[in-house]
């Protein structure tokens, strides 16, 4: 199994990552064992987190993950799919600037 999941760290920021043993990536975040983003944002806390199948399909998720916006991320964390189904929409629905 591999896993997608979400930190917020002590700044209030949001780290989104894959990994194929959970357990085992949180202890390397909760005492550094990464020199990047979380390395000096400590504590971090695990706000959300989804099982997958593949790495492939757990790093598609990241991906898509990454690329929303805060307050997507907080509704999905928070377990409000019509919010995120709502945000989704907002984002891609464009009023017409066109005369015809």
């Known amino acids: 199994m591999f896993w997608v999941y979400?930190?917020?760290c002590a700044d209030g920021s949001y780290y989104t990552g894959h990994t194929?043993?959970?357990?085992?990536?949180?202890?390397?975040?909760?005492?550094g064992g990464f020199s990047g983003y979380?390395?000096?944002r400590r504590p971090l806390?695990?706000?959300?987190?989804?099982?997958?199948?593949?790495?492939?399909?757990?790093?598609a998720a990241?991906?898509?993950v990454k690329g929303?916006?805060?307050k997507k991320k907080e509704a999905m964390i928070s377990g409000d799919w019509d919010e995120v189904s709502r945000l989704a929409k907002?984002?891609?629905?464009?009023?017409?600037?066109?005369s015809g």
């Open 20 to 31: 194929d043993d959970l357990e085992r990536r949180m202890g390397q975040h909760a005492t």
């Open 68 to 70: 929303w916006s805060r």
């Open 38 to 40: 979380t390395a000096s």
């Open 90 to 98: 907002s984002k891609s629905v464009h009023p017409s600037t066109g």
């Open 45 to 59: 806390v695990l706000v959300w987190s989804q099982e997958c199948f593949t790495r492939e399909e757990a790093l």
């Open 62 to 64: 990241e991906r898509q």
């Open 6 to 8: 979400i930190l917020r």
